[in-house]
């Protein structure tokens, strides 16, 4: 594209970005939630976000037997229906990589990728050195998939040839042994010019995913943030012919809110990005409310967490 | 024959309906006498409590459409409709007047508050402006909510002049902290089980019951309330609260009629914005 | 699921129940708080454009029966509501905002089945607003003093209120709310095509206690309308529809005291400069002339795009076209709803088609049109000039006219060349160009940055001939009142 990766060209071309405006984005957001999706539509579109589910346990109490428990879980949601398909991905601590994989395996769960956040998640505060090792340590241990975070003080202070830095050099870490999700921490950027503007400096710098949030902080993957990014990837696709995947995470709790966000892909990036290889949810909670909510479309009455697994 | 269940008076305070963290109530006797109730006596504490209750639902409530607290000042008159009885029997006994005369104080309250319901969304297109700068600017006055308020409702009709000191305030976005009449004060109470349950949010009222004295210097001090309704104040109160408000400059202001817009725009603040025309 | 390959999301059928309306058979017209029927018996019925299935017979209201009415509305008016203090008329409105906001889905669905448009738009804006409207003016009834109408103004008398069939309700709340709040009492005809909700309004009258005489339905046609506007009992007109009835209503009334308000038509400039926020312009362009079909007066149909971002800016619009979905009104998720008769569908036809043959370039999404009803598909004409047909007419359905400019005065010279001044639209990220190019515009709304919006605050109406006076807001009260001493 137009950027050399110099400071200067970066601003240069981010500037020429179009700007959002807050309240059009919001009222557009807004009418495409009030899309229906019912019936033959739903039982589709819960199973496909069931495939989207990035399950994620990212806990500082978090311990190997939580982490097997919610391997399990992955690869089989519901132990009394074996049509329900296994999710997404894996999201773990860099130390519980090695047992998430291994449970996996063990599972029949060898198709389930394994997802590290990286990058002194979530505040991203600390030297490249430590990122970087970071990063090996989570390569090494068996994640296929990166979440790193963005530096938001150095954008939010104007450095962006140094967040660009960053991101092609975790990008250069992982080479073809892993996916590359670039988490921007949207609600830190607060505006929507920024989400558009850092949803375009992570994807030059070599984003395979952008992903709006670490989930630690809200809001987070809120609709019109996720309008934005798709609109992001829609645009760079036109322009590159690269199609890269969105990721929202933090605050998608029910199978309504998924809903919603595979109806933004839907009418915004478009039905190519329907597919677990260009759109992830990370989440934890939701899993059992799409698991319930499948039961009441199989079984025609509302069903009871007493009939959903804890992970 | 049947004994009743007779009503414990509480403060209000945050949509809830605490006893005074002093402990402290004080007798209150009707017309002719007799024993009525122990409403709470207001503390220092307690009124502080209510100011971070306000200042905290400031924010929501004048940031919520013009349109949606009219709707939620119109529901509250439809709730104290439907409490008419317990308001005339409360009246009555703490006034000592007719029946037939606290039927029509009443009613003129419950008008009264529709009037101002019916204010929220209006306020503004009589006291904004656009006003003609000599220059390519576009320049416009827009009021806008004060914060919060204290209002002094006292002395006979009780229950219209608190509704008059208190529906103007919080038509235009700010919150409030009623002060009772310290002679007539079960109406408030009754007023703020109204309040309670017609979806008001928590913090925009809280009432106070107790002693107007030791009050009015409470308030006068209180450096986070922005502005008084002293309408229910005597000349030495009002004189003491006046010295203490200069402090934070409080807007401090007295009215005489029920109902009338400069009880809205009294409390509120004007903003002159301007931006040039230019292509 | 093989990566690459496309898994379409269908949405599949989410239909609004009709279950919760009650259609009679038949209805009469409402005079002076009864429902009576028409002196000489005669009905006409109305549809469901959609499927052109009998929806039921309403009265037609001749000569006798307009006679009937307004005299009930003047009786109304001497004996009960001009007598009446403020804030209790005030309470009436009150009333009947709320039985409006109880009975809203009932509303929506009703304003669908007989006006076509979708279940969405009446739902989340025809009825809403209609309510909201009745609860501003309200508020208005015992405040006049304050209005800055004098002292003391005073009602007008008795109103002939005739409205448009493309937003039925909110039409109806347009006209009766200020007319009411203001100590005035109506006649109301309802749309040829669209009679249903204000019938049903009726009975939110009877719900709300108001008392006799002071709202009169009454539905019938064109000639109806005119033996209203023509009653000597009448004392003011207020019209909304076409410029063309508009003129003969003021020719009409030339020899009279009456006064009239008029909101006619409009051919709208929608304009967006190089600095637009481009995603949120494409919106604003859709939405402003495929919501409701395009039945809108103040309808941005003219895409005035700045020449240097035309590219970028048709290219996104035709892709958001393609996601507009057509069909059965009553689906929540259909986005374009039937053309409300025969007549309209043949007039777009016509004007469109003039399109074709002027030399501009017709563009159509996609789209399977249902067999029954009338439909027409979301349409753009690019390489439009202004001597062009459609884009000096107002076509009133789906079908915008894209023009282009190259400086911000030619933007404006091209807005403003036009008999109509009803609105516009201005899309640019610099707010000084927006408030330089809204100064300019000589139209009564502008939306900067949005379109189609609407508030019962927000006072309403054209320059020109897109009409006279203006609905809504303060500004809306003086069309219904004098000064009084």
Sequence with gaps: MIVDGSEGSLKQFLRTLPPVDQVGAEGRAAMLATRSIKTTSKNWAIDLAIRMVDLTTLEGADTPGKVRALCAKAVRPDPSDPTVPSVGAICVYNDMVKIARTELDNNGGQNIPVAAVSTAFPSGRASMEVKIRDTKDALENGAAEIDMVIDRGAFLSGRLGEVFDEIKAIKEVCGERAHLKVILETGELVTLDNVRKASYLAMLAGADFIKTSTGKVAPAATAPVVLVMLEAVRDYYKETGIRIGVKPAGGIRTTKDAMKQLVLVNETAGPEWLTPSLFRIGASALLNDLLMQRMKMRDGYYASPNYVTLD | ?279 | MNERQVSKFEYAPAPESTSIVNIKSEYGLFINGKFIAPKAGKRFVTINPATEEVLSKVAYADLADVNLAVNAARSAFTKTWSKMPPAERGKYLFRIARILQERAREFAVLETLDNGKPIRESRDTDIPLAAAHFFYHAGWADKLSHAGMGANPKPIGVVGQIIPWNFPLLMLAWKIAPALATGNTVVLKPAETTPLTALLFAEVCQQAGLPAGVVNIITGDGVTGSHLVNHPGIDKIAFTGSTGVGKAIARAIADTNKSATLELGGKAANIVFEDAAIDEAVEGIVNGIFFNQGHVCCAGSRLLVQENVQDEVIEKLKRRMSLIRIGNPLDKNTDLGAINSAAQLARIREISDSGDLEGAERWSPECELPKAGFWYPPTIFTGVSQSHRIARDEIFGPVLSVLTFRTPQEAIEKANNTPYGLSAGVWSDKGSRILWTAQRLRAGVIWTNTFNKFDATSPFGGYKESGWGREGGRHGLAGYLKAGN
């Design chain 2, 1 to 279: 024959m049947r004994i009743d269940v007779k009503k414990t008076y509480k403060l209000f305070i945050n949509g809830q309906f605490p006893r005074s963290e002093s402990g402290r109530v004080y007798e209150v006797k009707d017309s002719k006498g007799k024993f009525l109730a122990n409403p709470a006596q207001g503390s220092r504490k307690d009124l502080r409590e209510c100011v971070v209750a306000a200042r905290g639902a400031f924010s929501g409530w004048s940031g919520a459409t013009a349109f949606n607290r009219g709707q939620i000042l119109y529901r509250v008159a439809e709730i104290m409709e439907g409490r008419s009885e317990q308001f005339v029997a409360e009246l009555v006994a703490q006034e000592g007047i007719s029946a037939s005369a606290a039927k029509l104080q009443v009613a003129k309250a419950i008008d009264t508050w529709v009037w101002y319901a019916g204010w929220t969304d209006k306020i503004s297109s009589i006291s904004g402006a656009t006003n003609p700068v000599a220059g390519p600017y576009y320049n416009f006055t827009i009021p806008e909510a004060l914060g919060v308020v204290a209002v002094f409702a006292d002395g006979k009709p009780s229950l219209l002049n608190m509704v008059a000191g208190l529906a103007p305030v919080i038509a235009s976005g700010n919150t409030a902290i009623l002060i009772a009449s310290e002679k007539y004060p079960l109406s408030a109470i009754t007023l703020a089980e109204a309040l309670a349950t017609s979806d008001l949010p928590a913090g925009v009222v809280n009432i106070l019951t107790g002693k107007a004295g030791e009050l009015v210097s409470w308030v006068g001090a209180h450096m986070d309330i922005d502005g008084v309704d002293a309408s229910g104040l005597g000349k030495k109160q009002l004189t003491e609260l006046k010295v203490a408000g200069a402090e934070n400059l409080k807007r401090i202001h007295s009215f005489n009629e029920i109902n009338s817009p400069l009880r809205i725009t009294s409390f509120m603040e004007s903003k002159t914005v301007w931006h040039p025309i230019g292509v």
